[in-house]
């Protein structure tokens, strides 16, 4: 295969993945009641804990005055709070309360749910096969991803 088939494959799987990956998470957003922008920035800060607003931004790509209106409406609905940095009391840190937890919880089993909906018709043998694929891609993307940081 040459260099170009190779680029050209991984380029396809990416667009059949992010094709795939828009199917699933709209899904569930819908019917949690928040836009997929909000749960994946809720998803980040639950994987990240507390952070500025700067460094949110930074990770979602988006500006931060539109984050900050965002966080506006999920605070006022209780799902993240603000606190002040004590290691540096000029930032403002914010983090997911219980009840935001319990929303990306939620929105993460409805993921699952809908992944498992997706995947119902796969045999037995197509399932291991694309679950060992799945283990490698992960290990060399991780990689990847470590030396182009």
Request: hydrophobic fraction near 40%.
């Amino acid at each position: 295969m040459s260099k170009k088939e190779y680029i050209n494959l991984i380029a396809e799987n990416g667009m059949i993945m992010e094709r795939m990956l828009a199917r699933i998470n709209q899904l569930p957003s819908q019917s949690i009641g928040y836009s997929r922008q909000q749960l994946g920035i809720l998803v980040g800060l639950m994987a990240s804990g507390k952070s500025k607003l700067k460094e949110i931004a930074h990770r979602n790509g988006m500006p931060t005055p539109n984050l900050c209106i965002m966080f506006r409406k999920l605070e006022s609905d209780g799902l993240v709070m603000r606190m002040i940095d004590d290691d540096d009391r000029r930032n403002t840190l914010y983090s997911l309360t219980p009840r935001g937890k319990k929303i990306v919880n939620q929105f993460r089993d409805a993921v699952m749910d809908t992944i498992e909906f997706f995947c119902r018709n796969l045999t037995v043998a197509d399932e291991k096969k694309l679950t060992e694929y799945l283990f490698g891609i992960n290990k060399i993307l991780k990689r990847v991803e470590e030396q182009n940081a």
